[in-house]
């Protein structure tokens, strides 16, 4: 996935219920493609998986954490909470607790598919977000983005992911709102001088 800090990065483990949590990851530059690679012994730690992916005729990526500002964030097992745990200091872990046990869905409103995503700074689950201060909200669970396979990715105005179903790929393109388009309807453009006086007025219409 990528880190949006000149990296990638990619994580392994697996889900525990109890005692120690083990996490497997690597990070590699995006301009030499050198990596590093480390083992997390993370203690009294229970955690879900971070993830796999799913060779099924079409993308089915079963993703449960993103990076942001250096810390992944992996929820617990018991669904209540987000671990956020620092890449270069595995001492430093929060616990970061949701108020509530969330359903555990993916994004798509199922359970394959992209079930934790970053959209700049804010972390989107199926019925929470954690902002940039890692303060928690609670949102109404519903399906967000549908047959999400892939992380999403932005370009301008827009997200672009990847999915499918029945063996058919499928590629997806979602607005990113509010969003504000303006239409300059004047034939040329007005020049103002020194010794004019201007005035403008404008017209707005909202338009689906």
Sequence with gaps: MDGHDGYWYGFGNSANSSGSATLLWIKIS???????????????????????????????????????????????????????????????????SLGFTSAGYSLSGGSYGLFLDRIEDLIIGYDFQIKADDTVIQTVGSKRFEYSGTPMFRYKNFLLYWGGEYSITKR?????????????????????????????????????
């Design 172 to 208: 997806y393109l979602a607005l990113l709102t509010p969003y504000l388009a303006t239409i300059n309807n004047l034939d040329t453009a007005v020049v103002k001088t020194s010794d004019m006086t201007m005035k403008i007025t404008y017209t707005l219409t909202e338009t689906t």
């Design 30 to 96: 995006k301009t030499d493609y050198t990596y590093t690679e480390a083992s997390f012994t993370l203690s009294n730690a229970t955690m879900t998986y971070a993830g796999y992916r799913s060779y099924s005729g079409y993308p089915s990526y079963r993703n449960k954490c993103v990076v942001r500002d250096g810390y992944v964030y992996i929820p617990s097992y018991d669904a209540a909470g987000v671990y956020k745990i620092n890449l270069e200091n595995s001492a430093d872990v929060t616990l970061i």
